[in-house]
């Protein structure tokens, strides 16, 4: 199954949103005009506002709060991925100029903050405080992670344990937030706790299956340079398993180059990576956190949108991008 058939029981919910957006982002300003077309015209997968309208359907159904809440959980990270951009001093991002390297560090970090002000001013209208408490939390991951991230993941480490930390909060940490607004706008709050719990490892799956990518995928298939995270200095998981199995001289090497980060010597990388079992080991870490989610939607209403949420555990750790 591909993303366009798994988001067939939410397809008009998703073509609403995307009218949502661009009428509650529009603005007098041209500029701000601009900078708004410029993000939704570069948005990926939509994968956390289809989360949050497949998880209402799976738990009975919610009425239009459910978009307010997609929009909202879509801006942030809209928005977190502006900021990381700036951080990462990226140039391009799925394919595309960033907005910092478009308008300057300035206009991005402003542009960043917008989103996420209107993101919350969503989340207001819904007047339900759960939503909003398991949001909020969500936000507050991610920052930290950010801050764990620059603090311990940028010099080479064997610790697994931080690296899984820095994800949850990075990423799967939203993805559940997004699961659990949605059963609990539906009022059903027993499948919010499965359908968080999902998110969560889903989420896990996800980063680690991207980290994989990043160093095994093509360019134009992942929409911005291969290798970008050891070039950036991010520690991964596939890096972190090749430094505990390295015999002493290849960790000594791999942390050189891994501190250098030099492109021509990034082929001798890959091979010390894959030589050590890397990239698969990530691999298999990611399918076991996919077939976690699996089972934690077991009790759930059989249904068009609980079909879904299996196959997006299939499709996390089998996508090329």
């Known amino acids: 199954m591909d993303l366009s058939e798994i988001y067939a029981p939410v397809r008009a919910d998703l073509d609403a949103l995307d009218a949502l957006l661009r009428r509650e982002l529009t603005s007098d300003d ?6 708004v077309e410029y993000v939704l015209h570069t948005r990926g997968k939509l994968i956390r506002p289809a ?7 799976a738990s009975g159904g919610a009425g239009e709060p459910r ?11 809209i928005a977190s991925l502006i900021h990381d951009d700036i951080i990462d001093q990226s140039a391009l991002r799925r394919g595309t100029a960033t907005v910092n390297a478009q308008w300057g560090n300035q206009i991005a970090v402003l542009l960043g903050d917008y989103l996420f002000a209107k993101a919350f001013d969503l989340i207001s209208r819904a007047r339900a405080v759960p939503v909003a408490s398991a949001i909020a939390g969500a936000a507050v991951q991610m920052s930290q992670a950010e801050i764990m991230q620059i603090k311990y993941g940028s010099d080479p480490h064997e610790d697994e344990g931080v690296y899984l930390r820095i994800i949850a909060g990075k ?17 059903n ?20 299956t991207d980290d ?11 929409g911005k340079p ?3 995270d050891v070039s950036g200095g991010t520690v991964t ?85």
Do not use: K, N
Not at 51 to 57: E, F, R
Not at 68 to 77: M, P
Not at 189 to 208: E, K, V
């Open 67 to 77: 978009l307010w809440i997609a929009a909202a959980v879509e801006l942030i990270h």
């Open 237 to 321: 998981l596939p890096v972190i398993h090749a430094l505990r199995s390295a015999s002493a001289p290849d960790r000594d090497r791999l942390v050189a180059l891994l501190r250098g980060r030099r492109d021509g010597e990034l082929g001798e990388l890959d091979g010390l990576l894959r030589s050590y079992g890397g990239i698969r080991y990530a691999l298999d870490v990611a399918r076991r956190y996919s077939v976690q989610a699996t089972a934690s939607l077991a009790g759930l209403d059989d249904g068009p949108a609980l079909r879904s949420l299996r196959a997006l555990t299939e499709f996390v750790t089998s996508r090329t991008s």
């Open 171 to 187: 990423t799967a940490h939203l993805f559940s937030a997004a699961c659990r607004a949605g059963a609990l706008l539906a009022g």
């Open 51 to 57: 989360l949050v309208c497949l998880s209402a359907q």
């Open 226 to 228: 291969i290798h970008s």
């Open 30 to 35: 041209p500029f701000i005009g601009e900078l």
């Open 212 to 222: 994989a990518l990043d160093l095994i995928s093509e360019p134009a298939a992942l």
């Open 189 to 208: 709050t027993a499948a919010a706790t499965r359908l968080a719990d999902y998110g969560l490892s889903w989420g896990m799956a996800f980063q680690i």
